[in-house]
């Protein structure tokens, strides 16, 4: 047995006695690199992002087709008011319902803060915060089945690295503070696709800031990741950290350009690291493309949706539901 199996059955085992330890968490967690249910079982997502502040009388149809299409997870567009029409408490609750029914984990993201520091309008992550404080009454309770994306691509352009570390510091200890125990999940720099290696290399150090070790680490895949090595260098670097990170976002190109969908697909399912594709309908002209259904109808599949539902590496092949939803049992 090599040295690399030996840390690999001792990291198991590890995880094992853990489990044991600790039959049944409150709400998600991170263990040894991997997030944790609250029925003690390794989550890997498979699911889809849904346009909720930009469609929202789509969403609760866009949540049972997903569910009946396999999806195991759904990763929610909500606007803290800045960009796009508010998106209220009775709303969130309605999503977090929705999708409780249908057997499906929530990922909570704010959306006014992509491209913040290229974007003029684009919010701070300061702005995203107030919204999430608003939204504790509703999203308390609800850790078994909530995960909350504190901003989506929240810096690029002007904004530094620093900053990015920063803006994330500052709200996840504000998060802890209000009493908010959901796993986090943080964007990477550069419109999430972290091109200057900014999550990659100081994810750990922003890891070790949040007392309960809970988050969960999220790379968008477009351009930059048009090529297998991209995609598997990145994927390697946080295995070899064991930190958990899933794959938010991605698509088969973007605006044109190549994106390496099929290494995503395959090294994902050997690495068990989870995956949400962009997005179920209503795509801009220009990245059309990316649509997953035609017309927000689950019967009606793209090719991008027949690849990312049917085929190799897809959604029905490798999506397993939390138990959670029964129970545990």
């Known amino acids: 047995m090599g040295m690399h199996a030996v840390r690999t059955w001792a990291g198991s085992l590890g995880l094992a006695f853990a489990l044991l330890a600790t039959p049944a968490f409150a709400g998600f967690s991170v263990h040894d690199g991997r997030l944790i249910d609250a029925c003690g079982d390794v989550f890997v997502m498979r699911g889809v992002n849904l346009p909720h502040a930009w469609k929202p009388r789509a969403t609760g149809k866009a949540i049972r087709e997903t569910a009946k299409l396999g999806s195991n997870t759904v990763r929610v567009v909500l606007s803290d008011g800045t960009r796009w029409r508010r998106t209220s408490p009775h709303a969130v609750r309605r999503i977090i ?62 904004a530094t690295p620093q900053q990015w570390l920063e803006a994330h510091r500052t709200a996840i200890v504000a998060l802890r503070a209000l009493g908010l125990r959901h796993t986090l ?9 972290d091109s200057s290696g900014t999550m990659r290399d100081r994810a750990a150090e922003l890891f070790a800031i949040d007392p309960l070790r809970n988050l969960v680490f999220d790379v968008h895949m477009y351009e930059v ?21 899933i794959v938010g976002e991605f698509g088969p190109d973007h605006r044109g350009q190549a ?28 990245v059309a493309d990316l649509d997953l259904v035609e017309r927000f109808d689950g019967r009606r599949l793209t090719p991008w949706g ?8 897809g959604v029905r092949e490798t999506s397993r539901r939390s ?3 029964s129970g545990c049992r």
Do not use: C
């Open 97 to 158: 319902a929705r999708a409780r029914r249908a057997g499906q984990v929530v990922i909570l993201e704010v959306h006014d803060t992509t491209g913040y520091g290229l974007e003029p309008k684009a919010a701070h992550i300061g702005v995203a915060l107030a919204y999430w404080t608003k939204l504790e009454p509703v999203l308390r309770g609800q850790e078994d089945y909530v995960l909350v994306n504190i901003g989506n691509e929240p810096t690029a352009g002007t």
């Open 185 to 193: 999940v943080i964007d990477a720099h550069d419109y999430g696709q």
């Open 225 to 245: 990741y048009g090529e297998a090595q991209a995609v598997e260098s990145y994927l390697r670097a946080f295995e070899a950290a064991r930190l958990p990170l």
């Open 259 to 286: 994106v390496d969908e099929e290494a995503i697909f395959r090294l994902s399912g050997a690495m068990g690291v989870g995956y949400l594709g962009w997005s179920w309908s209503g795509n801009a002209p220009e």
């Open 306 to 313: 027949r690849r990312f539902f049917d085929g190799a590496g």
């Open 323 to 325: 138990r959670v939803f």
